[in-house]
């Protein structure tokens, strides 16, 4: 079994940060992709960042001069800076990751999500 941890959402003010991380334990051979998503109260889930072998992919253009994405292999952790926060990044973040494990070729796994509320 893979799990997935996130920790670092929380409440800030409208122009503050905030450091997201998302940890894999368990039965983990590899990591390919990993990843983070968000989704807003009545919208859909989408794609903000990706980390994929040593390359970094900010998707979301609303974040792409506020947010970084970086990654640490040997811990399997990936992490999301998020600066001059807005209310309209509020939402729930997501992060995932392809894994290839001891029972999967390759399988995604998600994390449960950490609350980010950005007041104005």
């Known amino acids: 079994q893979v799990q997935l941890v996130e920790s670092g959402g929380g409440l800030v003010q409208a122009g503050g940060s905030l450091r997201l991380s998302c940890a894999a334990s368990?039965?983990?051979?590899?990591?390919?992709?990993m990843g983070w998503y968000r989704q807003a109260p009545g919208k859909q889930r989408e794609l903000v960042a990706t980390?994929?072998?040593?390359?970094?992919?900010i998707s979301l253009d609303s974040v792409k001069d506020r947010f970084t994405i970086s990654r640490d292999n040997a811990k399997n952790t990936v992490f999301l800076q998020m600066n001059s926060l807005k209310s309209e990044d509020t939402g729930r973040y997501y992060c995932y990751a392809d894994v290839r494990s001891v029972a999967k070729l390759q399988d995604r796994y998600w994390g449960q999500g950490t609350q980010v509320t950005v007041s104005s």
């Open positions: 980390s994929t072998s040593g390359t970094t992919t």
């Open positions: 368990g039965s983990i051979l590899s990591i390919n992709n």
